[in-house]
């Protein structure tokens, strides 16, 4: 069974940046298709980012699309998400997650999950 682990979340500034990292535990990163999602309190889990397993296909969801960038290094066996112009509505936790679909916005087609890594912006 695949789990992830995520990392790089933190304290940031508004308008500072964060690289989060994702890597599965105990197995290879090969041909699995990623998501990054968040969940802030009270509010139901969003989809971030997707990459599929070559790297060469992403997807964005609206809010995202310009200040974050979702990437991987299949060599490295890690998923990164570099987020810029942080905002302190992004404050939430980040977990990333595999679906053996195409990627896709809906969370209910990831099977694998980590455990999240906090990220909280001030004003």
């Known amino acids: 069974q695949v789990r992830f682990v995520e990392s790089g979340g933190g304290l940031v500034q508004e308008g500072g940046s964060l690289r989060l990292s994702c890597a599965p535990s105990?197995?290879?990163?090969?041909?699995?298709?990623v998501g990054w999602f968040r969940q802030a309190p009270g509010k139901e889990r969003e989809f971030v980012a997707g990459?599929?397993?070559?790297?060469?296909?992403?997807l964005y969801g609206d809010s995202f699309r310009g200040r974050f960038t979702i990437s991987r290094n299949n060599a490295e066996n890690t998923v990164h998400l570099q987020m810029n112009s942080l905002k302190p509505e992004d404050t939430a936790i980040y977990y990333c997650?595999?679906?053996?679909?195409?990627?896709?916005?809906?969370?209910?087609?990831?099977?694998?999950w980590g455990q999240g890594t906090q990220v909280t912006v001030t004003s």
């Open positions: 997650a595999s679906t053996s679909y195409a990627i896709t916005y809906y969370s209910e087609a990831y099977t694998y």
């Open positions: 990459i599929n397993w070559t790297g060469g296909s992403t």
């Open positions: 105990g197995q290879i990163f090969n041909k699995v298709n």
